[in-house]
């Protein structure tokens, strides 16, 4: 009876593709979010680089009206790039500005955007920030 139960490998394929399936697809998964994390940090990094340009040139268009909703006119700007780069999740105590002391004679613009994300339920911050001299 054993010698027979040794020979037959009926169901073996099912048993190799359950154990291996949930390593696969937790494997798969991580590629995935961790893509759309990056796409994100891309999207954060994209959106500091436009708006510490424009706020270091003084642009007239980088001054978006606040609506009465007490945010400062350059986290507002932030906001609108954010939402147009497709992070729309970030909120305005996620987005720093300021006005950095003079680095070799030059003085900074510098947008900084935090952004909490998970990849397989691990959580972590997406930082970026960039700066510009200021005109």
Known sequence: MIRCLSRDIKGATIVEFALVAPVFCAIALMIVQAGIAFQRWNAMQSTAHTVARCLAIASPRCTVPASGSGVDHAIAYTLQVAAANGIGMVTADRVRTETTAPIGGLIYKQVSITLP???????FTLQASDRFPQV
């Open 117 to 123: 994300v998970s990849i397989l339920g691990i959580g």
